[in-house]
Protein backbone atom coordinates (compact mmCIF):
# COMPACT_ATOMS: atom_id res chain seq x y z
CA UNK A 1 0.00 0.00 0.00
CA UNK A 2 1.47 3.31 -0.61
CA UNK A 3 0.20 6.58 1.09
CA UNK A 4 -2.13 9.19 -1.19
CA UNK A 5 -5.46 10.81 -0.20
CA UNK A 6 -4.43 14.34 1.66
CA UNK A 7 -2.68 17.10 -0.67
CA UNK A 8 0.79 16.73 -0.86
CA UNK A 9 3.20 19.65 -0.80
CA UNK A 10 2.25 22.25 -3.87
CA UNK A 11 1.03 25.72 -4.43
CA UNK A 12 -0.61 26.88 -0.79
CA UNK A 13 1.52 27.79 1.80
CA UNK A 14 -0.80 26.36 4.32
CA UNK A 15 -0.07 22.40 2.76
CA UNK A 16 3.60 22.94 2.26
CA UNK A 17 4.98 20.80 5.11
CA UNK A 18 1.85 18.15 4.94
CA UNK A 19 2.38 14.98 2.94
CA UNK A 20 -0.33 12.07 2.04
CA UNK A 21 -2.00 10.90 5.28
CA UNK A 22 -4.72 8.40 3.76
CA UNK A 23 -3.62 5.60 2.48
CA UNK A 24 -3.94 4.02 -1.17
CA UNK A 25 -4.72 0.55 -1.83
CA UNK A 26 -1.55 -1.06 -3.85
CA UNK A 27 -0.26 -3.90 -2.73
CA UNK A 28 -3.93 -4.67 -1.47
CA UNK A 29 -4.47 -8.46 -1.34
CA UNK A 30 -7.44 -8.91 0.98
CA UNK A 31 -10.22 -9.96 -0.26
CA UNK A 32 -13.63 -7.89 -0.12
CA UNK A 33 -16.23 -10.19 2.10
CA UNK A 34 -19.38 -10.04 3.29
CA UNK A 35 -22.72 -10.03 2.27
CA UNK A 36 -22.97 -7.75 -1.37
CA UNK A 37 -26.13 -6.10 -1.00
CA UNK A 38 -26.89 -2.74 -2.58
CA UNK A 39 -28.69 -0.35 -0.75
CA UNK A 40 -32.08 1.17 -1.99
CA UNK A 41 -31.55 2.48 -5.21
CA UNK A 42 -33.52 5.85 -5.47
CA UNK A 43 -31.55 6.57 -2.16
CA UNK A 44 -28.25 6.83 -3.89
CA UNK A 45 -26.37 9.90 -5.92
CA UNK A 46 -25.91 8.82 -9.14
CA UNK A 47 -23.18 11.04 -9.92
CA UNK A 48 -20.37 12.66 -8.36
CA UNK A 49 -22.20 15.53 -8.68
CA UNK A 50 -24.89 14.60 -6.96
CA UNK A 51 -22.79 13.04 -4.54
CA UNK A 52 -20.73 16.73 -3.58
CA UNK A 53 -23.67 17.73 -2.09
CA UNK A 54 -23.96 15.19 0.34
CA UNK A 55 -20.52 16.03 1.33
CA UNK A 56 -20.43 18.87 4.54
CA UNK A 57 -19.77 22.41 3.90
CA UNK A 58 -18.44 23.91 7.27
CA UNK A 59 -17.22 22.07 9.99
CA UNK A 60 -17.07 23.10 13.87
CA UNK A 61 -13.27 23.78 14.37
CA UNK A 62 -14.49 27.17 11.87
CA UNK A 63 -11.18 26.65 9.94
CA UNK A 64 -11.58 28.29 6.54
CA UNK A 65 -12.54 25.87 3.30
CA UNK A 66 -8.94 25.28 1.31
CA UNK A 67 -10.07 25.84 -2.27
CA UNK A 68 -10.13 22.46 -3.86
CA UNK A 69 -8.14 23.95 -7.34
CA UNK A 70 -5.35 24.73 -4.82
CA UNK A 71 -4.38 21.67 -3.70
CA UNK A 72 -1.99 19.20 -5.15
CA UNK A 73 -3.57 16.88 -5.80
CA UNK A 74 -6.75 18.68 -6.47
CA UNK A 75 -9.48 18.16 -3.82
CA UNK A 76 -12.87 17.74 -5.26
CA UNK A 77 -14.34 15.19 -7.48
CA UNK A 78 -12.43 11.93 -7.80
CA UNK A 79 -12.89 9.23 -10.53
CA UNK A 80 -11.31 5.95 -9.89
CA UNK A 81 -8.12 6.71 -12.23
CA UNK A 82 -8.00 9.94 -9.65
CA UNK A 83 -7.97 7.57 -7.15
CA UNK A 84 -5.29 5.09 -8.78
CA UNK A 85 -2.85 7.88 -9.75
CA UNK A 86 -1.96 8.13 -6.30
CA UNK A 87 -0.10 5.05 -6.26
CA UNK A 88 3.15 3.97 -7.71
CA UNK A 89 1.67 1.45 -9.57
CA UNK A 90 -1.71 3.04 -11.19
CA UNK A 91 -2.70 0.03 -13.27
CA UNK A 92 -2.34 -2.34 -10.21
CA UNK A 93 -4.39 0.13 -8.23
CA UNK A 94 -7.02 0.22 -10.92
CA UNK A 95 -7.38 -3.40 -10.65
CA UNK A 96 -7.57 -3.28 -6.60
CA UNK A 97 -10.07 -0.13 -6.99
CA UNK A 98 -12.46 -2.28 -9.29
CA UNK A 99 -12.49 -5.35 -7.09
CA UNK A 100 -13.46 -2.81 -4.13
CA UNK A 101 -16.22 -1.97 -6.57
CA UNK A 102 -15.25 1.77 -6.79
CA UNK A 103 -17.63 3.86 -8.35
CA UNK A 104 -16.85 7.78 -7.37
CA UNK A 105 -15.57 10.16 -4.42
CA UNK A 106 -15.33 13.18 -3.08
CA UNK A 107 -12.77 14.99 -0.79
CA UNK A 108 -12.97 18.25 0.79
CA UNK A 109 -10.40 20.41 3.09
CA UNK A 110 -10.25 23.24 5.75
CA UNK A 111 -7.00 24.36 7.33
CA UNK A 112 -4.93 27.22 8.54
CA UNK A 113 -1.34 27.08 9.40
CA UNK A 114 1.00 24.38 9.13
CA UNK A 115 -0.84 22.52 12.33
CA UNK A 116 -4.29 22.72 11.50
CA UNK A 117 -6.01 21.06 8.94
CA UNK A 118 -9.23 18.79 8.20
CA UNK A 119 -10.26 16.74 5.81
CA UNK A 120 -13.59 14.50 4.82
CA UNK A 121 -13.56 11.91 2.19
CA UNK A 122 -16.75 10.29 1.00
CA UNK A 123 -16.39 7.28 -1.71
CA UNK A 124 -19.15 5.35 -3.17
CA UNK A 125 -19.22 2.05 -4.10
CA UNK A 126 -21.32 -0.73 -5.91
CA UNK A 127 -22.00 -2.66 -2.71
CA UNK A 128 -22.23 -1.81 0.81
CA UNK A 129 -19.50 -5.28 1.06
CA UNK A 130 -16.68 -3.18 -0.82
CA UNK A 131 -17.25 0.21 0.46
CA UNK A 132 -16.97 -1.14 4.19
CA UNK A 133 -13.59 -3.16 3.61
CA UNK A 134 -12.29 -0.60 1.87
CA UNK A 135 -12.47 1.31 5.51
CA UNK A 136 -11.50 -1.44 6.98
CA UNK A 137 -8.20 -1.90 5.30
CA UNK A 138 -7.25 1.85 5.02
CA UNK A 139 -7.47 2.07 8.75
CA UNK A 140 -5.34 -0.73 9.20
CA UNK A 141 -3.12 0.66 6.74
CA UNK A 142 -2.75 3.78 8.55
CA UNK A 143 -2.03 2.31 11.67
CA UNK A 144 0.69 0.49 10.11
CA UNK A 145 1.83 3.57 8.34
CA UNK A 146 1.82 5.89 11.38
CA UNK A 147 2.30 3.32 13.87
CA UNK A 148 -0.95 4.85 16.02
CA UNK A 149 -3.39 3.97 18.56
CA UNK A 150 -6.34 2.06 16.24
CA UNK A 151 -9.54 2.07 18.10
CA UNK A 152 -11.34 -0.81 16.45
CA UNK A 153 -14.72 0.07 18.70
CA UNK A 154 -14.53 3.43 19.58
CA UNK A 155 -17.67 4.31 22.05
CA UNK A 156 -20.07 6.54 20.55
CA UNK A 157 -19.58 5.91 17.23
CA UNK A 158 -20.86 3.31 14.97
CA UNK A 159 -20.05 -0.26 14.98
CA UNK A 160 -18.61 -0.11 11.00
CA UNK A 161 -16.08 3.23 12.74
CA UNK A 162 -12.60 2.54 13.35
CA UNK A 163 -10.68 5.42 14.84
CA UNK A 164 -6.86 6.00 14.82
CA UNK A 165 -4.75 8.36 16.69
CA UNK A 166 -1.57 9.61 16.51
CA UNK A 167 -0.35 11.63 19.36
CA UNK A 168 3.17 12.23 19.11
CA UNK A 169 3.92 12.14 15.66
CA UNK A 170 8.14 12.66 16.43
CA UNK A 171 10.44 14.93 14.35
CA UNK A 172 10.44 12.32 11.18
CA UNK A 173 6.79 12.07 10.76
CA UNK A 174 5.16 13.82 7.54
CA UNK A 175 2.44 14.88 10.43
CA UNK A 176 2.43 18.15 11.56
CA UNK A 177 0.95 17.97 14.78
CA UNK A 178 -1.26 15.50 16.41
CA UNK A 179 -3.37 13.62 14.23
CA UNK A 180 -6.76 11.74 14.41
CA UNK A 181 -8.05 9.57 11.95
CA UNK A 182 -11.53 7.72 11.60
CA UNK A 183 -13.03 5.66 8.53
CA UNK A 184 -16.47 4.23 8.14
CA UNK A 185 -18.26 1.98 6.10
CA UNK A 186 -22.03 3.28 5.77
CA UNK A 187 -24.39 1.32 3.18
CA UNK A 188 -22.35 1.70 0.04
CA UNK A 189 -20.34 4.67 1.02
CA UNK A 190 -16.87 4.57 2.82
CA UNK A 191 -16.44 7.98 4.71
CA UNK A 192 -13.12 9.37 6.46
CA UNK A 193 -12.59 12.12 8.33
CA UNK A 194 -8.69 13.48 9.36
CA UNK A 195 -8.10 16.29 11.65
CA UNK A 196 -4.67 17.73 12.81
CA UNK A 197 -4.66 20.18 15.32
CA UNK A 198 -2.74 21.27 18.56
CA UNK A 199 -4.03 18.20 20.24
CA UNK A 200 -4.94 14.41 20.09
CA UNK A 201 -7.94 15.45 22.16
CA UNK A 202 -8.69 18.41 19.81
CA UNK A 203 -8.55 16.58 16.63
CA UNK A 204 -10.36 13.78 18.36
CA UNK A 205 -13.23 16.13 18.66
CA UNK A 206 -13.08 17.79 15.02
CA UNK A 207 -13.55 14.54 13.51
CA UNK A 208 -16.03 12.99 15.82
CA UNK A 209 -18.25 16.19 15.08
CA UNK A 210 -17.85 15.88 11.48
CA UNK A 211 -17.62 12.47 11.26
CA UNK A 212 -21.30 12.56 12.84
CA UNK A 213 -22.57 15.61 10.60
CA UNK A 214 -21.75 13.23 7.22
CA UNK A 215 -23.36 9.78 7.93
CA UNK A 216 -26.42 11.79 8.59
CA UNK A 217 -25.83 13.72 5.14
CA UNK A 218 -26.09 9.85 3.76
CA UNK A 219 -28.58 7.91 2.10
CA UNK A 220 -29.83 5.49 5.73
CA UNK A 221 -27.72 2.62 6.15
Known amino acids: MTSGRLPRPGRTAVLLAVLPLLAGLTGCTRAVDGVAAAATPTTLP ?25 LDPPAGEKRLEDVAAY ?18 GWERF ?51 CELLSVADPGPDSTLTGPTVLAWCGSGVFSVGVTAVAGSVEAAEEEVRAVLTEQLDRLPPR
Do not use: K
Open 46 to 70: RSVDALQERVVTAVPSGLPRLLDAE
Open 87 to 104: AEDPARERDVLEDYGYRF
Open 110 to 160: WGEGLTALTGVFVDQFDTRAGAHAYARDLARNDAEHYAGVLDEDPPGLPGS
